[in-house]
């Protein structure tokens, strides 16, 4: 019996057999000639689900309309939409997969700062194009990602000034989640206060974990702080999931905003839309855009994706609009260089401007950040938000922080000093040039 | 030759060896081919994401091998066997973190980024050494196996068997995915280690160092099944599979129960961590979303797909269930978690044998 | 009632279910079998063993000799504390009370089981449990007398001495013919020949037998009593069975056992004709 | 102890009353005249500058249509000085966010929704003014600074109501933004009150008021007279007199100083102590939230040995359907929990019956498969209910009868929701023992789960009692859920968040044992809550985590094992 299976597996036959079953993972799906096809990186199931979807939604929603208009360059875009499932790896794979296997032009994607940094060496690699359309911690400039969503000094800063100037705070607790973006946030803004004469025992800064779901220590802690007879305000970076607890407990403690404002950089009508907003009253939010800003192109936006998505309950936000522009910023780009190509198409990117949703203008820079103006809502209890304070001009996205001490000599400059990460002080270029 | 040694019988006794050495042997010659001696334009050429892509299931191939070694022979459902798995990713992902030098962001010659922007002063204690290779290796068998076999000495000793096991080995995955998350842990936090430039002076991003790691994993996957498979013939393996059986049997015919499940299970968890430090150079990062209790519980799902107790099996489930995932995310991605939840149901309902049992009976049928 | 000294249930509570010295005294114990000293023609001593499950007295104050090569039966009704009691000779269940000795030496509340094996008491199960997944030939191999180590096991082969033995065991039980059958293939009445010849295997002095002939034709009993009968005199051989045909036929010396304790110990007719044991068997 | 306080929005139903308070209100404040008179017009002087010359009533709501927020600030200071009975309703109704003007005149009007239209109320003349459409209004919007004027300003006016809890109330809202002008009316109310509580609060009041006086005898009395109170506003204001970290903002007087010291010492004190009860309380909360989500586990994997992966998202479900049953009835917030509770229980009662015919059943005597099997199955409910709800969390509204806070005193207080929940644990735990030990499902239960064939011999309709106990782990579970929407997000994702802890909490107790379900999960909540104040959230759950390994090792049974020989089998 055992001799001739042996003989039957011989390895003609096997090579055979296996070349075969690899012939399924060689067949690269061509390009077809005449559509120009776009990634969408966002995570469909998992965790991250929540926030993502409605991003892919946002870039569907951008192509129809761009195919509506006849497309880019004479040829129509194709979505290719993966999905990553929320896990990190996964993220490379598939951004490994839409660049190398379905060879797509240009890659909206990714949310979390780990996904992006998991994704990172793939598309510089490849030499891909991902637009990142969400607020992060900066401290980062590659050559292939533009970042569309605020650094730092355009949603941070500005909220502790704010706060500083207009509501006399004068105690601050940092209330994180623990990970990358509210770590160095809040490293960010404890440089600051701390410049701003802010003593080192007026700050608390806190990380919880993902997720987390009982805050009655928590916020009772922060009730604590905030009872030593000074002004006394939340920055809060908490993320997804643990927001809608954390701001139950709020209520139901009686936190008011009048008593301790809670300024958030993670919630925005999204994430209030699955929170009773009634207790929540006047707590705040920074960000760049919010579905209450009055504008042509904001009316324009919202009445198209309510018929895009067939609700008319569901809101806009922050990173909607930074997707909106990105997509915008890349047709643009491929108009102008008259072809996808990602080297040329990068190359066109910065200086290119485009119109934002809130009245003024987004524009590309040479660190492959762009302009955004700083608005900071107080929630109503409809889940929108009231501008109660806004910047004067759009502000220049920062990728190296200047309260860092390891990044305040760095500097982003794709243009003159063709290098991500430039060192004013030692005048080196640090890991991947032009 | 004589083809009736014990070494041959160990290899190629059973049909199911038979296959999966040629298939590993065919697959380990046939896509270097592919890739670096056939020219890109060709239809024959596989890329090198493919390349990655089929290296990292060699290495979910090998993880499945250990778990099938403790959980088919010797009944121990571990939920929490990706701890080890992620332990030795670590292990390497430090190792490629100090290979970085000064090429990070920061440019700092010691720390990696993430303490730069923390602002830790100096390198922690626990890693030191990570910057030889050697070292790095060792802690890739050292970290897992000493936890497991700390684990595995308190748990069976005191006999902690069955759902009562299952579910603290979830525990244990789970209170090291927590402590992994923080930041303070120094080990990158939630964003984990990444932007690896090069292993052993090799270009990372290569496709002559993808061949490489790709061709290491195979090796490794064959080393590990061979090992697995030369302990579940010997006598100690008859012994393990007498434990899962009847394990009161066996202690009453004179057998220290407990030192032969310490023992798998450290052994298994060592193979575990080596399929870690395989993975992580092919993917590009570790984070503690690794130590995942659900990724566990995946594991366990390979090895079921494919049919436990025969090593082969997990080989075949980790294979066919990664591939239907990576499929099934860019095919249907709205709607791939039903097929996976559903082929996962049919297994456990219709398959307990796995697919290897499946086509065993059909074998069978036509004889 | 010694209420000063801690009880084994309390000292085996201290760490893992046994105290510190116990644990470092256990170190590499499985390789050398402590020797055996029966000089007093006991092998067995049971003395005072208390028993509780949730305030219900499994054993009760039980008291039991054992001497050696003899052939003891123990017979009482369900629940008279049978199965305890042999949990508690093996060192599966440690008593709250009283104390165990195997020959002069050997403490047997102080020992793991599967040093108790190593030491030379054998047990078999009321239901027959043999590896069912491995042959005949295997489970007696497994069984074999021997070191028992991890790393000794993994390299071990087969001599041609050690397969000697099998075969002879094989002969003993009479499954010769059954020698490479998956254990699990065997009828109920092979089953519990077998398990007795994977405790022929061990070489024990003490041979414990929980209910050998439940569910067997009565072929199968008659040769099951031939096999215990030609087991005793060279080892001890105690028996735990309801059926008084089965026990008339082989046993000498009877033990009644009634709500944990003994109720009446002598020859079997003498027994059968005690008062007080009629009245538990029939007037319950 | 004091009784717990009325909240606002309860009062601001009573508006008859308010009427009549209002009336009193003005008689009181002409009363007070004298000192406030010099007050207002140093106001007004500065206001003049900015504010609209706008004296009357019909002026200032006129000017509210096109007012910034610091404008409005200062029309809401007038409005409060008028002394005119109708102020009172107009603030309130700002503050509720009532107050609107209609976009075609400019018109302000107090409305109230009514289905898909306003009820318009006519400010001035307080009568009812018709209907109107939404759209045709536009709200004066507040913030938060505003909120803080308006309160101010209503509890200025609450002074003269005549309950007086809701003096009390005003006064203490009051002290949290002392200005000249509070306490000029807080020195009047003090000479009229003869109540003797509120007479103590606006004692305190006024004597935090004289903390910043700079005649240090008023100062010393000031501290005295705070001696020996534990309210916030009072350790608030006391605590800058000691100075922050470099010694800033110090009392400059050595006795002040010292008895700023004894008293915040005092405070301390009574703070540590209620502070030690939180924690406890907070550990009792949160392990009812363990308690309640292990509790149907302890039942299809104590009772049955089923594990169940699915188990999280039958909670899911539970909290889908308290989310659904709201959604149908919109106007009966607090009566749809009431509602959700049955309905989630047959909800999920009903997916467990569905689960154990059609897949557990077949796995019996596999426990391990049927964790894989349903890990399958947990992954399509999640998805499932991806596609029908969308990924994104749902809002499930809490009652107001659940929010809030019992404030039991000036240091201690409980929040309404988690209150709630640890008794509906402790009820729907008690429910459970009685169906275990008093019903005969729950006998039928207990014979099938200690000896299968046995039960069926005596004509147990075994099969029936497993769906139906598998129903029933399920049917708590999906109660569970409806708890958990009160306190956390409603999304795909709420039942992997729990389905970890939940094995813990049952294996920690002990498999089969519904006590040990309770005391395992309580305590698992308290020592938890110890811990985290030193170790700090993570790293609590951690060693949590750690010693539940550890423990297992010394009693691999749980916290209450089966005993006895059917627990050990061979």
Known sequence: MKAPLIKSFGFSRTLLAATTALGLFAANAQAADDTIKVGVLHSLSGTMAISETTLKDTVLMMIDEQNKKGGVLGKKLEAVVVDPASNWP????????????????????????????????????????????VQYEGEESSKNVFYTGAAPNQQAIPAVDYLMKDLKVKRWVLEGTDYVYPRTTNKILEAYLKAKGVAASDILINYTPFGFSDWQSEVSKIKAFGSAGKKTAVVSTINGDANVPFYKELGNEKISAEDIPVVAFSVGEEELSGVDTKPLLGHLAAWNYFESIKSPANSEFIKTWHTFIKNDKRTTNDPMEATYIGFNLWVKAVKKAGTTDTTKVIA???????????????????NHHITKPVYIGEIRDDGQFDIVWQTKAEVAGDAWSD??????????????LKCGNYNTKTKKCVGQTN | MRTSSPLMTLLFGDFGSRVFYALLLAMLIVVPLLNLGVTETSALHLSTYTVTLLGKYLTYALMAVAVDLIWG????????????????????????????GTRGVYGDPLLPDFMVFLNWKELPWYWLGFNHAAFALLMVLLAPGALAFCFGWLAFRSRVTGVYLSIITQALTYALMLAFFRNEMGFGGNNGLTDFKEILGFDIHLASTRIGLFVASGIALGLGYTACRAIAVSRAGRVVQAIRDAESRTRFIGYRVENYKMWLFTFSAVLSGIAGALYVPQVGIINPGEFGPINSIEVVIWVAVGGRNTLYGPVLGAFVVNFAKTYLTAALPEVWLYALGALFVVVTLFLPQGIVGLVKQLLEKRR | MNTTAPTPAKRGADYFGMPYARLLKRRGSDAQP???DTSHRTVLYLEDITVSFDGFKALNALTLYIDVGELRCIIGPNGAGKTTMMDVITGKTRPDHGSAWFGQTLDLLAMSEPEIVQAGIGRKFQRPTVFQNHTVFQNLELAMAGDKRVWTILFAKLGALQRERIEKVLETVGLKDQTSLLAGSLSHGQKQWLEIGMLLMQEPKLLLVDEPVAGMTPQETERTAELLLSLAGERSVVVVEHDMDFVRSIAKKVTVLHQGSVLAEGPIDEVQRNPQVVEVYLGE | MSKPLTSQPRRTRGWTVLFAGAAAALALLLGGLPAHADDAASATETEAVSAPAAADLAGILAAFAAADFSTKDQLISQLATLHDPRARPILQALLDGHLETRSSDGKVFIVEEYGDALKLTDPLTSTAAGDGKPDDFERIRSNNALRKTLKVAIAQLELADTDPAVRIAAVKQMRRDIDDSTVASLRAAFGSEQNPKVKHEIAVALALADLAATDVDARLAAVNALDGEAATDVYNALMPLLGDADGKGIETDPKVRAAVIAAVHHINLWRGFYQVLDTLFFGLSLGSVLVLSSIGLAITFGVMGVINMAHGELMMLGAYTAYVVQQLMPNHIGLSIAVAIPAAFLVSGLAGVAIERSIVRFLYGRPLETLLATFGLSLILQQLVRSIFSPLNRSVTTPEWMSGLWQINDLFSLTYNRLYIVIFTLLVFGALLLVMNRTSLGLKVRAVAQNRSMAKAMGVRTERIDALTFGLGSGIAGIAGVALSQLTNVGPNLGQSYIIDSFMVVVFGGVGNLWGTLISGMSLGIINKLLEPYAGAVFAKILVLVFLILFIQRRPKGLFPQKGRAAEGH
């Open chain 2, 73 to 100: 022979y010797c009944g121990i459902l571990s939920l929490g066997h990706t701890a080890f798995f992620a332990l030795g990713g670590y292990a390497m992902g430090m190792y490629l973190m100090r290979q970085i």
């Open chain 1, 90 to 133: 996964l993220f490379a794979e598939k951004a490994a997969e839409l660049l190398e296997k379905d060879k797509v032009s240009v890659v909206f994607g990714c949310w979390t700062s780990v996904s992006r940094k998991s994704v990172l060496p793939v598309f510089e690699k490849d030499n891909g194009l991902l637009f990142y359309p």
């Open chain 3, 34 to 36: 402590p020797e055996l």
């Open chain 1, 403 to 416: 309260y860092l001490p390891g990044s305040k000599d760095l500097e982003a400059d794709w243009v003159t």
């Open chain 1, 348 to 366: 066109t990117l910065p200086g290119l401007e485009t119109a934002n949703l809130t009245g003024g203008s987004a524009k590309v820079l040479p």
